[in-house]
């Protein structure tokens, strides 16, 4: 019996393979491209299949030589990289991973799928400070992300009840540390890059101007992975929906803060604002009361195990 992880040699799907294997659990790895494990999983006794989701036959192939019993669908089923393919066959075919997932957990009879969605999905609200599952969502989105996590979550939904599935919507806050790369939307891993490389921080590659005064939900991946294998492990939950992040809003300034604190010698500087703006964060009460999680990583712990691990030699 194993847990299928669709897109398990990915950043957050490695260190979740990890965690799954670290509370005895066999895995299956599907994954697109056939590639080396990532470092994370460079001891692991896990299986590889090369496929794609989109592939019905392939999945349903892969069931045929494994006891799939659940599913972490962590691979992103939406139409990327963007402008790749004509907009509607790309839809099409995004969307139909996501029920070729669907009809294969309903045909192999899986306890539990899991479903990867995102903090951006709250994008666009009015409120700030703790935002909680159960808010009402705009019907807008700004970026083909949390325009398909919103399709994929209303989906999810409907065909649960419908299919007579167990599915787990995992709501996923921005997320760093080993085997990340840099993102657009936040500059903490180019903080802990510069600092591990002795490299002068690069942030063209930054959406817009980072200051140091803007936060958000920022979740180590380890924290990450550990919460998307109690939701996987925890036999009864009360919800179809969860958000899977730190509880708090960490700044960019908390960032260097933290770092300067390992390295003092860090010349690491960003603009102020002058004013900080309003901050929001991803209430995990669900989550912790159905689960028992709370974060392991503080931002210096986070930096202090991060910085390590690039210093050891690991590209990112």
């Keep these: 019996m194993a847990v299928l992880v669709t897109g398990g040699m990915g950043f957050i799907g490695s260190h979740t393979v990890r965690a799954l294997l670290d509370q005895g ?5 599907m994954q697109r491209r056939a590639r080396g494990l990532p470092p994370v999983l460079a001891d692991a006794q896990v299986a590889i299949e090369q496929g794609d989701v989109t592939d019905l036959p392939a999945l349903l192939d892969l069931g045929t030589r494994h006891k799939i019993t659940e599913i972490v669908h962590l691979a992103g089923s939406m139409p990327w990289p963007i402008g790749a393919d004509e907009p509607i066959p790309a839809t099409r075919k995004a969307l139909g991973g996501l029920l070729n997932i669907f009809q294969v957990a309903q045909e192999w009879g899986v306890r539990r799928v899991g479903v990867a969605s995102t903090i951006g999905v709250y994008h666009g609200l009015s409120e700030y400070g703790a935002l909680r599952e159960d808010l009402p969502l705009p019907m807008d989105s700004s970026h083909v992300i949390p325009t398909f996590k919103k ?12 299919a007579g599935l167990d599915v787990v ?12 790369h840099e993102d657009p939307f ?3 891993p180019a903080l802990i890059h510069a600092v591990a490389r002795g490299t002068e921080l690069d942030l063209s590659s930054q959406a ?3 200051y140091a005064e803007d936060a958000l939900d920022l979740c180590y991946v380890k924290d990450t992975a550990r919460a998307i294998a109690l939701l996987h492990l925890t036999d009864k939950l009360n919800h179809r929906t969860y958000n899977v992040a730190s509880g708090r809003a960490t700044s960019n300034a908390d960032v260097i803060a933290a770092i300067k604190t390992l390295v003092p010698s860090a010349d690491l500087t960003l603009p102020w604002r002058g004013s900080a703006p309003p901050a929001s964060w991803l209430d995990i ?4 009361e159905d689960t028992g999680y709370v ?9 202090a195990d991060y910085i390590a691990w690039l210093r050891a030699g690991n590209d990112r």
């Design 25 to 29: 659990e066999e895995c299956v790895l």
């Design 151 to 162: 399709i994929g979550e209303l989906l999810d939904d409907w065909l649960a009840p419908a």
């Design 169 to 180: 919507n995992y709501r996923i806050s921005a997320t760093w540390g080993p085997g990340g």
């Design 186 to 188: 936040f500059p903490a």
């Design 208 to 210: 817009g101007t980072p």
């Design 285 to 288: 009460t669900r989550l912790n």
């Design 295 to 303: 974060p392991a990583y503080d931002t210096e712990r986070a930096a």
